[in-house]
């Protein structure tokens, strides 16, 4: 069995927010069996939860962004990433801002905070999400296709009129 995962302990850091330019606080803090991902605005009063969750996703134009009511957190793209690498289930991050601070720009700081803590498995079965059937979402001209298959496989492909992406257009 593939248990889930959280923080043996408690990690902090600070840092500036790349879109606000705002000193950012975060403190990542164990979470309990099926807790999941939950972000914490302990700039609000009352302190607003926004557990992630794929309908909380809100503007991802310049950054990966959860909302509940009025209340927004931003530039999640980076933790998740390392949480997502590191296999990490329940956590709860505190921040006093509406972004994440950026760090260096990548995950890898955020993978150093987490290992730091310290990861600890916990006495529960890992959920997976299983896909059963095909399933197809089209919005506009973007698309996404999920099909069931024996095992963990990906394929990606863009189409976007850019001279960094368009291999046919001139430099």
Known sequence: MIKQRTLKS????????????????????????????????????????????????????????LQQGEAKVGTVEHLMSALAGLGIDNLDVDIDAPELP????????????????????????????????????HDGDKWVKLEPYDGFRLDFSILFNHPAIDKTATR
């Open 102 to 137: 950026i760090l260096d720009g990548s995950a890898s700081p955020f993978v150093f905070l987490l290992q730091s803590a310290g990861i600890e498995e916990q006495n529960a079965p890992k959920r997976f999400l299983r896909v059963l059937k095909p399933v197809e979402y």
């Open 10 to 65: 408690t990690v902090r850091t600070t840092g500036v927010g790349l879109h606000g330019g705002r000193k950012v606080t975060m403190v990542l803090r164990p979470a309990p069996v099926n807790a999941g991902i939950v972000f914490h605005r302990t700039d609000l009063d009352p302190v607003v939860s926004l557990p992630v969750d794929p309908f909380s996703v809100c503007d991802t134009r310049m950054c990966s962004g």
